[in-house]
């Protein structure tokens, strides 16, 4: 079990959080249209995954925004935040802040995420909440980050993430190569 804080009071997190190297647990989350989506939906692209307690909540919406921007540098990546929020409710947010980059999906149907993830608030009174964090994966689901932020009401570290999701690319170094002719 671990432990993040809110207003300088610790709450207790239930589940295994998935540590880098790992393969990522599939999970089952539910878009804005009731729609079932499967991990495996994304197979072959990266993923960036921001769990929040609520898209309602201002730490929520504060993370959404930020990975909307993120959305626009990132290539064969989807995006994703997930919290416990109706389809409804993320659908309204959708509306109203008219995000193009990121998806955001309900535990509605995929209460299991909550301890595959490790990100099970089970303290009363926001049991049944998320607490936040940040996942990276690569095309293959191989978790490269995973981030539980300290404090709920903080936000995670996006360049972390992004350097392991996005590297910059190498540079070219030219190997001599021992040319034999034949004669």
Excluded: C
């Excluded at 064969?76 to 935040?81: A, G, H, K, L, W």
């Excluded at 993830?117 to 909440?129: A, C, W």
């Excluded at 996005?166 to 034999?180: H, K, M, S, Y």
């Amino acid at each position: 079990m671990s432990t993040v804080m809110l207003n300088s009071t610790p709450v207790s997190i239930g589940g295994r959080f998935p540590r880098a190297g790992e393969t990522a647990h599939s999970f089952m989350l539910v878009d804005i249209h009731l729609q079932d989506v499967p991990l495996s939906k994304f197979w072959g692209q990266r993923k960036l995954i921001a769990v929040v307690p609520s898209i309602d909540a201002a730490i929520g919406l504060t993370i959404a925004r930020k990975l909307e921007t993120i959305g626009y540098e990132l290539k064969n990546t989807v995006i994703m935040t997930v919290s416990v929020d109706t389809p409804y409710a993320l659908s309204r947010v959708l509306d109203t802040e008219r995000f193009l980059k990121i998806q955001l999906m309900s535990t509605l149907r995929g209460r299991d995420f909550h301890k595959d993830y490790g990100v099970m608030i089970t303290d009363i009174p926001l049991s049944g909440l998320m607490t936040t964090a940040l996942f990276a994966l690569d095309v293959d689901d191989t978790i490269l980050y995973s981030e539980l932020v300290s404090d709920l009401n903080a936000e995670p570290n996006y360049a972390s993430a992004l350097d392991l999701l996005d590297p910059p690319a190498a540079t070219a170094t030219v190997t001599e190569v021992e040319v034999l002719s034949i004669e």
